[in-house]
């Protein structure tokens, strides 16, 4: 499977961890989600971060249906815009219970 890095932008620092992010190249054809949640799995991520860099525009819609899937994910929203930033617990195992 080839790998890219995605690009780092000058002007914004705060993606800082998301340019760490690998992603599957385009021509694996990755589902939405699947993109996203190989990007949670390196951080968390904000809904203006997965449209820039994952081309994701509908991400809430994206979160519900890996919340859907059985995904911990927590939701917080950013100041007094629709934005939200999105972070991936792990599952419960059964020993944990």
């Given at each position: 499977?080839?790998?890219?890095?995605?690009?780092?932008?000058?002007?914004?620092?705060?993606?800082?961890?998301?340019?760490?992010?690998?992603?599957?190249?385009?021509?694996?054809?990755?589902?939405?989600?699947?993109?996203?949640?190989?990007?949670?799995?390196?951080c968390s991520?904000?809904?203006?971060?997965?449209?820039?860099?994952?081309?994701?525009?509908?991400?809430?819609?994206?979160?519900?249906?890996?919340?859907?899937?059985?995904?911990?994910?927590?939701?917080?929203?950013?100041?007094?815009?629709?934005?939200?930033?999105?972070?991936?617990?792990?599952?419960?195992?059964?020993?944990?219970?």
């Open positions: 499977m080839k790998m890219k890095t995605i690009p780092s932008s000058s002007d914004d620092d705060s993606y800082d961890k998301i340019r760490e992010i690998i992603i599957a190249d385009d021509e694996k054809n990755l589902s939405q989600c699947k993109k996203l949640l190989l990007a949670l799995r390196q991520i904000s809904t203006v971060e997965a449209r820039k860099h994952l081309s994701i525009m509908s991400v809430a819609s994206r979160i519900m249906e890996l919340k859907e899937q059985g995904h911990n994910i927590v939701t917080t929203r950013i100041g007094l815009k629709k934005v939200a930033r999105y972070f991936l617990f792990a599952k419960k195992s059964d020993h944990d219970e």
